[in-house]
Nanobody, 118 residues
Framework: VQLQASGGGLVQAGGSLRLSCAPS????????MGWYRQVPGKQRESVAV???????ILADSVKGRFTISTDNAQRTVYLQMNSLKSEDSGVYYC?????????????WGQGTLVTVSS
């Protein structure tokens, strides 16, 4: 399974971007889809995660500004980013994970760069 992420780019502080990520094949069962951010010299961190049941978990730093959602078929996961700040800059990776019941897996997208200029 390949995850194709898109939507990154250069935006001024206060602006918005929408990231999208779709798996290459139809995924019938998964536990979570999510977005993670990595900046140079730091570990990859969770930004937003959505469960197959629609529950969401957002990092404190993005609450009230970012929204994670999936389409009805749960084939694409979106990250709507509003009121962007310079500290939101980084490479954003999408993730598809199944961990509760075997077979377990975790797939990562190739990353999309978000640069917020102040």
């Amino acid at each position: 399974v390949q995850l194709q992420a898109s939507g990154g780019g250069l935006v001024q502080a206060g602006g918005s971007l929408r990231l999208s990520c779709a798996p290459s094949t139809i995924i019938l069962n998964f536990d979570t889809m999510g977005w993670y951010r990595q900046v140079p010299g730091k570990q990859r961190e969770s930004v937003a995660v959505i469960s197959s049941g629609g529950q969401t978990i957002l990092a404190d730093s993005v609450k009230g500004r970012f929204t994670i959602s999936t389409d009805n078929a749960q084939r694409t996961v979106y990250l709507q980013m509003n009121s962007l700040k310079s500290e939101d800059s980084g490479v954003y990776y999408c993730n598809l994970r199944k961990y509760a019941v075997a077979p377990r897996y975790s797939y990562w997208g190739q990353g999309t760069l978000v640069t917020v200029s102040s």
